[in-house]
C-alpha cells in the first residue's frame, strides 16, 4: 500500500478529522504493507520505453504445472484478435436496458452454452469469479431452503473458496459444517448426512472434481441432498464437463465454475469470470442478470433483458444480489473458446490433459513420489515425499512451476500437480530428470 503526498485538500480533511498527517489515518494498518516508492527522475518516451523492456526481461517464465483452480491452457489466437475488436473492448458495462443488439446476442449465446456444458435450465449472463458464484449460490440455496441455518460444505472446495464463503455468510452467522475427505479423497457422505439429519441445513456443497482433482461421487451426493429435501450446489470444472456426465444429469440445484479455463490465460491471476446455472423453478432467485430471445412489434428476432435482480433495478427488498454487473469480456471469451472447438474439440483437450496426467505420474511415482489418495483423479493430483519442498525449489531453479505446495493446507510434504494439453511429453520428461538427479 502506498500513501501519497499531502496535498492542501488533503490538509483540510485531516484537520476536520482531527489527524495530524495521513499516516495517522492508516494507523490501523500493519505498516509492513506499506511500500516507499523510489521512482526514477522524468524520462522521455524513448527512454521510458526502453526502461521497462528492461524491467520485463527481469521476468521469468516458467513451464507450470501447477493448477489449483487456474490453469496454463492453450488459448487460441484468434479469441483475443476478436475480443481487442473496439465494439468489445470498452469501459462500458452492458447491463442498461439499452444495451446494443450485438452485445445482449453475444450474453444470450454464452447462456446458451453454458446451460449445454451444465446440462442446466438457464444460465446468467456471468459473475465476477469462480469463488462468488459459489458463495452467490449459496445465498442463493438459502433463499430457496427458506430456512435453516447451516451449509453443509466438502472439505474438497478450494480453500480460496471457503474464505469468500466464510465472508459471505458472516453477517447471516450460518454455520458451516465442513465435511472430511474419505482416503480415496472424495468427500465422506456418511458425515454429510449427519449434517443434514437434523433440517438445520439450507445447502449441500461439492466441487466436481474437488480441488484436489477428485472426482467426487456427485450422484450419490445429490440423492443425499433430494433425501433431505435440501438444494444441491455443484462448483463444476468447465473442461472436465467435457468428459463428465453434467451436475444437471444428476438433479444439481445450482451449478457455477471458474471460467478461467475456457480462452482467458493466467494473467498474474485476473481478472476471470464466473458462471452460474440453475434450474427454471429457481430462476427468479438468480443473482445477476439474464438475457432472453423475443420478437419485435415486426415479429424479428430480439434480444432483451429479461430478468434484473438487484437493488437498482427494483424493491431493495425482492434484490436477491448485490451483484453490479458481469464480466462480460471473459464471458466473451469463454463463448468464442468454446464455439472454436466446439464438443469434441473440448474433449480433445480435457483427454490429452489427463493421458499427460497420468504419464507423469507415472514416472513421479517411479522415483519416490507417493500417492496421498486413492481415488479417481483427472489432471490434477496430490502427491507427497519427504523432500517436496527441496524438490519443488530445485525445479523452480531449472524453470519449471512444480505444482503447489500443500502445506498451508493441513498436508505436510505434498504438492498438488496439474498438466494441461498444453504441456509437452519433452518437458514432462526434462522435469523428471531433473527431479532424479
Avoid at 101 to 126: K, P
Wanted: one cysteine or more.
Amino acid at each position: 500500500m502506498h500513501i501519497p503526498h499531502s496535498g492542501q485538500e488533503t490538509q483540510k480533511i485531516l484537520k476536520t478529522l482531527g489527524l495530524s498527517s495521513l499516516e495517522d489515518l492508516f494507523s490501523h494498518i500493519d505498516p509492513s504493507l506499506f511500500s516507499k516508492p523510489k521512482l526514477p527522475p522524468p524520462k522521455s518516451e524513448e527512454e521510458l520505453r526502453r526502461y521497462l523492456k528492461e524491467l520485463s526481461s527481469q521476468n521469468k517464465e516458467l513451464v507450470c504445472f501447477a493448477g489449483f483452480g487456474a490453469y496454463d491452457r492453450i488459448v487460441p489466437s484468434v479469441v483475443w484478435q476478436i475480443l481487442n475488436r473496439g465494439e468489445f473492448l470498452t469501459a462500458y458495462t452492458p447491463y442498461q436496458p439499452e444495451v446494443s443488439q450485438g452485445t445482449l446476442q453475444a450474453i444470450f449465446e454464452y447462456q446458451t452454452l453454458i446451460c449445454e456444458l451444465t446440462n442446466m435450465d438457464v444460465a446468467n449472463a456471468s459473475m465476477y469469479d469462480g469463488g462468488s458464484a459459489l458463495a452467490e449460490a449459496i445465498l442463493m440455496a438459502r433463499a430457496i431452503k427458506g430456512k435453516g441455518k447451516r451449509v453443509v460444505l466438502s472439505e474438497g472446495i478450494h480453500p480460496f473458496y471457503k474464505e469468500v464463503i466464510k465472508t459471505y455468510l458472516r453477517g447471516y452467522e450460518d454455520e458451516i459444517s465442513l465435511i472430511p475427505l474419505t482416503e480415496e479423497g472424495y468427500t465422506d457422505l456418511e458425515k454429510a448426512e449427519e449434517s443434514l439429519k437434523d433440517g438445520q441445513a439450507h445447502a449441500l456443497v461439492v466441487q466436481y472434481p474437488n480441488f484436489l482433482g477428485f472426482v467426487e461421487p456427485i450422484k450419490e451426493a445429490s440423492e443425499l441432498a433430494q433425501k433431505y429435501e435440501v438444494p444441491f450446489v455443484v462448483c463444476a470444472d468447465p473442461i472436465a464437463l467435457s468428459i463428465l456426465k453434467p451436475p444437471g444429469s444428476f438433479g444439481a440445484d445450482i451449478v457455477v465454475g471458474e471460467g478461467q479455463q475456457l480462452g482467458i490465460p493466467l494473467n498474474f491471476g485476473g481478472p476471470y469470470v464466473g458462471f452460474f446455472a440453475t434450474k427454471r423453478e429457481h430462476v427468479r432467485r438468480m443473482p445477476g442478470r439474464l438475457v432472453g430471445m423475443a420478437e419485435d412489434i415486426e415479429g424479428k428476432r430480439v434480444f432483451t433483458l429479461v430478468l434484473q435482480t438487484r437493488e437498482q433495478h427494483i424493491r431493495r427488498e425482492r434484490a436477491t444480489s448485490n451483484i453490479c454487473t458481469n464480466q462480460n469480456l471473459m464471458a466473451l471469451a469463454n463463448l468464442i473458446y468454446m464455439v472454436l472447438l466446439g464438443k469434441e474439440g473440448l474433449r480433445q483437450v480435457a483427454i490429452q490433459s489427463l493421458s499427460k496426467a497420468f504419464y507423469l505420474k507415472g514416472k513421479l511415482l517411479n522415483i519416490g513420489f507417493e500417492e496421498i489418495y486413492k481415488g479417481k483423479h483427472l489432471w490434477e493430483f496430490p502427491l507427497k515425499h519427504e523432500k517436496a519442498q527441496e524438490l519443488y525449489k530445485k525445479a523452480l531453479e531449472h524453470g519449471f512451476l512444480f505444482g503447489v505446495p500443500l502445506k498451508d493446507f493441513s498436508y505436510e510434504n505434498s504438492l498438488l500437480i496439474a498438466t494441461t494439453e498444453r504441456r509437452t511429453r519433452e518437458e514432462i520428461d526434462k522435469l523428471v530428470e531433473v527431479l532424479s538427479k
